[in-house]
């Protein structure tokens, strides 16, 4: 097991009782468990956005610089979001 270290931290209300809460469900065996769950859903998140900048941004950005014709305007690009949408709130009513 690493080694240990204590540390005191200040929370709002609202996530000391998220935490009290998943200990009394017995999700957790205390808080400092709950802290370390999401300290590790935190590293693992930053870890994909940092494989995501890595494996598609710049290889993304890469064939945009050498093919700008591909490229489509910010204004075309709100269009077919704006459709999207609105297709999807057709589709979920």
Do not use: N
């Not at 945009?64 to 999807?88: G, L, Y």
């Amino acid at each position: 097991m690493a080694a240990t270290e204590k540390r005191t931290f200040s929370l709002p209300s609202e996530q000391a009782a998220f935490i009290d809460a998943q200990v009394k469900t017995g999700a957790f065996a205390s808080a400092s468990e709950v802290v370390r769950a999401g300290l590790r859903a935190l590293q693992e998140r930053d870890a994909a956005v940092e494989r995501w900048l890595r494996d598609e941004v710049v290889a993304t950005y890469d064939e945009m610089k050498t093919h700008p014709e591909r490229a489509i305007s910010s204004e075309d690009m709100a269009e077919r979001m704006r459709r999207r949408h609105d297709a999807r709130l057709r589709d979920s009513a």
